[in-house]
């Protein structure tokens, strides 16, 4: 296993992002790191702070196909992973796809859509395929979804379901610029969009090649423990209505092993599960009625969480 070539790899990404983004190499690195675990990534955070530019910067760095897909209440399933269309010419039906078939997919205010366009997401993200008229296609990899929605906004929207929100590796914020950081972006902007001036700086067939690298990054039984018993915390916390699922632990596990590697260790620190933890478990949990009007936030509690499940006595 090269560690020091994913290291590479990432770091030619996240620098080409960089030059479109301002100040949002966290969110780029997190986007990065389900891209190398496989996962998908829902954006939770207010209009025009960069969401848009994230996915299409990602895209055009690893010079990969993109789509943007405007979610409303009257897109269709079939307006996702494609629909057979009748040829009069041959009197056959011809599939042509959707969306779906692409390597980068943003699905912008997924929560307009209804839940059963919503669902048509499911098989897509889970099991990389998609299913029209009873045949069965296999998508193209690598396969990203970035996900939008706003959080304040919720007059005529669909929340997103418990088993849908699970399907979502992590949830992430971009977060507003510092007043620093927003004088530069009115610079960058006084002409040409910066996403204009980037190109291709990595190959995509050498993530392929990569992604099962990052696998062979090693976690010890410790921090294995660990992470068991961070997520098994939510389960039992006297806030929580609902606790991380056990995908919710694998996905801590494999985003810990693509972070590490990303940063060129070929082992997993306690440091990289308790970064990533609120990211990977925020969406899996629900807050108890009560413990919501007293004020409490999803986040405060996993705060707590972290303080207090410590590694044992004896672990690193």
């Known amino acids: 296993m090269d560690v020091e070539r994913i290291a590479a790899y990432a ?14 190499r966290a969110p780029a690195e997190l986007a990065l790191v389900a891209l190398f675990c496989e996962g998908h990534v829902l954006i939770e955070d207010v209009p025009g702070v960069g969401k848009t530019m994230l996915a ?20 269709l399933p079939n307006d996702i992973t494609g629909v057979s269309v009748y040829n009069q010419k041959t009197g056959e039906f011809e599939f042509r796809p959707g969306p779906a078939f692409v390597n980068v997919l943003l699905a912008d205010e997924i929560n307009r859509a209804t839940p059963r366009t919503q669902s048509a997401l499911l098989e897509s993200m889970g099991e990389y395929q998609v299913t029209v008229d009873g045949v069965t296609r296999q998508l193209e990899r690598p396969f990203l979804v970035l996900a939008t929605q706003n959080p304040i906004e919720y007059e005529g929207t669909f929340p997103l379901p418990e088993a849908q929100l699970d399907r979502f590796l992590m949830r992430i914020q971009m977060g507003y610029p ?58 039992q916390h006297y806030d929580l209505a609902l606790g991380g699922s056990p995908r919710g632990s694998l996905g801590l596990y494999k985003a810990a092993q693509a ?8 082992y997993v620190l306690p440091d990289d599960v308790k970064y990533l933890a609120p990211y990977v478990l925020s969406h899996r949990v629900i807050l108890k009625a009560e413990s919501s009007l007293r004020g409490r936030t999803t986040g405060e509690v996993l705060q707590g969480i972290l303080r207090d499940t410590e590694l044992e006595m004896g672990e690193l």
């Not at 770091?11 to 949002?24: A, Q, T």
């Not at 299409?56 to 897109?75: M, V, W």
């Not at 090649?209 to 990054?217: D, I, K």
Request: aromatic share 4%.
């Open 56 to 75: 299409r910067a990602l895209a055009i760095s690893l010079g990969c196909s993109f789509k943007r897909l405007q979610c409303t209440p009257d897109l």
């Open 11 to 24: 770091e030619r990404i996240l620098d080409n992002i960089g030059r479109v983004l301002v100040g949002k």
């Open 259 to 266: 972070l590490a590697a990303m940063h060129g260790r070929d």
């Open 178 to 235: 510092s007043e620093e950081e927003e004088e530069q972006i009115l610079i960058n902007l006084r002409r040409e969009h910066p996403i204009e001036q980037i190109g291709q700086v990595v190959q995509v067939e050498e993530l392929l090649h990569l992604q099962r690298e990052v696998w062979e990054v090693t976690v010890d039984e410790t921090v294995r423990s660990y992470i068991v018993r961070l997520v098994r915390a939510t389960r």
